[in-house]
């Protein structure tokens, strides 16, 4: 059974601080993703990674940074938190290539920045 | 940018009735589109997937139907059960690696 497991489901962090937010999966995929959920806009995709080392921008990266040491893991850091940056976010995980590309999700982290 | 929506917010429907949810997307460069299932406190679940030249593909109580005409995808499910109750979501991508959500339509099955 697939699975994505992301270190916390609930967060509660203070405005500036540095937040770390970790995302491993089992199954081996190449392609890594950090997406945030809002009511009503849906899941907007933050970061995306293809491979170990590797990142690239999605939407709406400002604010956050990522890092991807080992194949299976993705972190999301928010340098200095901010209100406006409480929010369910969700990692992801496909495999790369056309033939199959389903994107298996965490339970996702919900944070609250007071 | 990439646009894809769902017609109706929420959807209320008696238990064993079937359900039918829509989406609308705007990229008619999409070429392969899945349907998450999202239970509260929950991540998205996959349910089903298809690719652009397919029109209809069934799985267990789902039914995806793609209109690439009028782009527009919808999800029906058979039976509806209380364990239905979610929210669910379409998704698309030209790439086959990034992929752009809708909003979501909210689920609630009346027993």
């Known amino acids: 059974d697939v699975k994505v497991t992301q270190s916390s489901r609930y967060l509660v962090k203070r405005t500036g601080e540095k937040v770390f937010l970790e995302c491993v999966q089992d199954m081996d995929h190449e392609n890594m993703f950090w997406y945030r959920q809002d009511p009503g806009l849906g899941l907007r995709l933050i970061y995306f990674?293809?491979?170990?080392?590797?990142?690239e921008k999605g939407d709406i990266p400002e604010g956050y940074s990522v890092s991807r040491e080992k194949k299976e893991r993705f972190s999301l850091i928010l340098e200095s938190a901010s209100t406006n940056q409480t929010s369910m976010y969700l990692c992801?995980?496909?495999?790369?290539?056309?033939?199959?590309?389903?994107?298996?999700f965490g339970a996702g982290t919900r944070l609250s920045v007071l | 940018g990439e646009s894809v929506g769902l017609h109706l917010p929420t959807l209320s429907v008696q238990e064993g009735d079937n359900s039918i949810i829509n989406c609308a997307y705007s990229?008619?460069?999409?070429?392969?589109f899945i349907w998450y299932k999202q239970e509260s406190g929950k991540g998205p679940q996959f349910i089903i997937d298809?690719?652009?030249?397919?029109d209809k593909r069934q799985g267990q109580r789902v039914t995806v139907l793609l209109n690439k005409t009028v782009k527009h995808l919808s999800l029906q499910i058979a039976a509806t059960q209380p364990g239905d109750s979610a929210v669910y979501f379409c998704a698309e991508t030209n790439t086959g690696n990034q992929f752009y959500f809708g909003t979501g339509t909210s689920l609630t099955v009346i027993p």
């Open positions: 990674s293809y491979d170990v080392k590797m990142k």
């Open positions: 992801a995980s496909s495999s790369r290539g056309r033939v199959k590309n389903i994107q298996y």
């Open positions: 990229n008619s460069a999409s070429d392969y």
């Open positions: 298809i690719r652009s030249n397919m």
